[in-house]
């Protein structure tokens, strides 16, 4: 086998070889961080050869970016291949994906990276670009669930993109402070002031959520 051959995957599909390399680069994040993070780390999560890692991706700073592009529309696609409709099992579903419990060591990591990744954007426009959309889709996938839960009659009348960025910052800087404070369980703790937010002032007048969802909420 040539060297371009072995760099190539021997015939491998081009989808295959990328979904393995995004796959070891999350591994490689929840174990080492950004900060640290090296090819190699990458590389010894990667079950192929490393010279075809490195005919994708010349360096750490290029890889990651095609990270951040895998990571957008991650969330609504799960989300797309649940078991449910139901706006507001939708909603939890989001919701609960942020909570990191006490012991889960390999998430904080990754949400640390993720948080690394962020303070890349303040200095380059490439970061910044990427993260902007990743943003974008996140709010966007709150707001779709939000605008169907309104024509569903599950919801009131909101504006779905205001309580789409509420939502997904919420999260989001609960978590920042869970992993960078040490506060243990500032996810479950916004996770639940979240869900009372839905029942108390999201749900329609007089509706309970045992008509929409199972025994979550």
Sequence with gaps: MSGEEDAKGSGEGVEDTHEAIMGATYRALCKHGYAHLTMQDIAD???KSRPL???HYDTKDELMLAFVDNMIGWVG???ARSDTEAPLDRMEAYIDGFVIDPGEE???TFALALLE?????VHNDEFRSRLSRHYENN???VADIIADGIEAEVFREVDPDEVGEFVYTSLVGARMYQVTMGAQHASRRARDALAEFVVDDLLVDGRTTGEYSGEGW
């Design 106 to 108: 390999d998430r904080e």
């Design 139 to 141: 709010v966007g996938t």
């Design 117 to 121: 990744l962020r303070v890349q954007a």
């Design 53 to 55: 890692l490195h005919y």
């Design 45 to 47: 999560e990667f079950d």
């Design 77 to 79: 696609g799960q989300l």
